[in-house]
């Protein structure tokens, strides 16, 4: 890599420390079951566990499932918590009230949302993305076209090169706005108006935002997009996700999944289906009410917390990740891959290492989990609402020790499990 010696006066712990005692957000930490002697930097893909959600769902399992039985849909709120989590999401992302709901997976709510594009925009062929994007959105992609039997084509190009690839053919420009395994985040508004200008219909992957950062989808003027629950919302493993669609398409469009949650009178059994009026067309079937429990806590807990200083401390702490290892781990073959500059940086710093999964494995070894993602990236993701400056400070003194002392040779951490 390219080792700029830091001119900077050089930190110590004992700065982070105090940088810490003057946190706002510090008193989040808190709020978070956190296991000892962990260090945690992976709640871009696993959140950690809100302390209200065993109470919480302590309450919805004897009360509510155990007392209450079937009539908890109406006195327990159960009916209408996919649109009621929704709003909360929508004040994260820049959305309004009816424009999101919580509903299945990330992946199955991208084809929903891929299904109804495509019929809104007929005419025009090439759904545009780059080979970068996160699998699912680019499979969702091939398993549409396959099922539509039609002349529709995945176009991938680099990102670099996305806004120079829309053009009138263009039907959807599909996006991850920051990118899973570099942490680079697209200019969401620049290119929604030049789709729209072209257009072209956008959907945006919040995966790797919402919870992370403020987001604007209204101000980038957004048609659709999608995000988890389980990363930086803290809903638990499998939460379920979220889909936003702009009101301006809420009324002319349809999606396949057309189950009878999504119709305008469930309860009427009626045969024949159609769509209810808005977003809750969107729904297919029965959602994991326990699931949502969860999630609804961890929305609940991120709404209590100042967004643009969430970003601010996040910049900061990959800052300093990325100044630390560059002052301490030089020399050892880490690659940074993340952007430097911020401004085009999500809430992760990733580098590249040529031995970086066994490295990883002795990081976790030692306390320090972050994850590894092919083919070589060992990723380091920081949640502002329980990760702290002197987290930072430990944890490159343990990647030091162990890229020094070459601990990752040994042969356990070689061994890779089914999930990386
Ligand atoms: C995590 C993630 C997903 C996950 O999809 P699931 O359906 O929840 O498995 C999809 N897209 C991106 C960009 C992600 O980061």
């Known amino acids: 890599m390219t080792v700029t010696q830091s001119t900077s006066t050089q930190l110590t712990r004992e700065t982070l420390a105090a940088m810490d005692a003057t946190d706002a957000l510090a008193s989040f930490r808190d709020k978070f079951y956190l296991p000892e002697g962990v260090l945690y930097f992976d709640g871009n893909s696993l959140g950690a566990l809100p302390k209200t959600v065993e109470d919480r769902l302590q309450k919805a399992i004897t009360q509510e499932w155990g007392d209450g039985l079937v009539r908890s849909w109406n006195t327990a709120g159960w009916y209408e918590m996919p649109r009621r989590v929704g709003n909360k999401i929508a004040k994260l992302i820049g ?3 009816d424009e ?3 509903a299945d997976s990330t992946s199955v709510n991208l084809f929903k949302i891929l299904s109804a594009a495509v019929k809104l925009n007929p005419g025009k062929h090439i759904i545009l993305s780059e080979p970068d994007n996160f699998p699912t959105d680019l499979y969702m ?10 002349d529709h084509k995945l176009v991938l190009k680099p990102a670099a090169e996305i806004m120079d690839a829309i053009d009138e ?3 959807i420009v599909m996006l991850t706005h920051v990118n899973y395994r570099t942490g680079a985040m697209h200019d969401m508004k620049a290119i929604t108006a030049k789709a729209h200008q072209k257009g072209a ?3 945006w992957d919040l995966c790797h935002s919402v919870g992370a950062m403020p987001v604007d989808l209204t101000g980038a003027n957004a048609d659709f997009a999608i995000g988890c629950g ?3 919302l803290n809903g638990g493993p499998g939460a379920p996700a979220f889909v936003y669609v702009a009101a301006r398409h809420q009324a002319h469009f349809s999606q396949p999944l057309a ?3 999504g119709h305008a009178r469930p309860f009427a059994f009626d045969w024949k289906y159609q769509p209810a009026e808005g977003i809750g067309r969107y729904l297919a079937g029965t959602q994991p009410v326990l699931s949502m429990i969860a999630l609804e806590c961890g929305v609940d807990l991120m709404l209590e917390a100042d967004l643009s200083l969430m970003r601010q401390k996040s910049l900061a702490m990959g800052d300093l990740f990325i100044q630390l290892v560059e002052e301490q781990c030089s020399g050892y073959g880490l690659e940074l891959v993340t952007p430097r500059n911020g401004a085009i940086r999500g809430s992760q710093v990733s580098f590249s290492h040529p031995q970086g999964f066994p490295i990883m494995q002795a990081l976790i070894a030692h306390g320090v989990i972050g994850d590894y993602r092919e083919p070589n990236i060992l990723r380091f993701g920081f949640t502002p609402l329980y990760v702290s400056y002197v987290d930072i400070w430990d944890t490159i003194q343990i990647l030091a020790t162990i890229l020094r002392e070459h601990t990752w040779e040994k042969p356990e951490f070689q061994r890779r499990g089914n999930v990386t």
Not at 141 to 150: A, E, F, K
Request: proline fraction near 0%.
């Open 259 to 261: 189950g009878w949650l």
């Open 169 to 171: 053919d263009t039907a």
């Open 201 to 203: 219909l956008m959907i």
């Open 230 to 232: 389980y990363k930086y």
């Open 100 to 102: 999101v709901v919580v």
């Open 95 to 97: 959305a309004k009230d």
């Open 141 to 150: 992609v091939q398993g549409l076209i396959q099922l539509l039997g039609s």
